[in-house]
């Protein structure tokens, strides 16, 4: 199984990091926009399309407000996992910066570059979006 584990840090407050990563069915709005061109909830499972034309169904296994973490499964779509589960999370770095968590672990081992690359291309958009965010809310 490969695991996948990507931290960085946000300039913007834990509280306003979680609300956007909270916001499941948003995620092309608030969290990652251009990167995910869209998201829709059906029951427990948000449709995801990527700005690459891959789209995923993901089963929301939780959402804990407590901890600030998301976590979900790839469980249908044009990426076809044997196992897929992976997880968001926001710690407090100070009062007005964010540690940003996202691990991901899958199989089979060779949709690791592909989607380690994805994981990347989405930090990066994600760091863009919440940093220009907090600029603007200041």
Known sequence: MAHIH???????????????VRDV?????????GFVTDTRLEADTRVVTFSNGVVVHELLVDID???RRVAYAVV??????KH????????A???DHSRFVWITDVTPDDLAG???EMVDQGALVIKQTL???????N
Do not use: C, Y
């Open 84 to 91: 897929h589960h992976a997880s968001m999370q926001v710690f």
């Open 93 to 95: 770095d100070g009062k």
């Open 65 to 67: 407000h407590e901890a």
């Open 6 to 20: 990507k931290e960085f840090l946000i300039e913007s407050a834990p509280d306003n990091v979680w609300a956007a």
């Open 114 to 116: 592909p989607i380690a």
């Open 25 to 33: 069915s948003e995620i092309h709005r608030r969290l990652a926009p």
């Open 131 to 137: 940093e220009t965010q907090a600029t603007l809310d």
């Open 76 to 81: 249908g779509g044009s990426l076809a996992p």
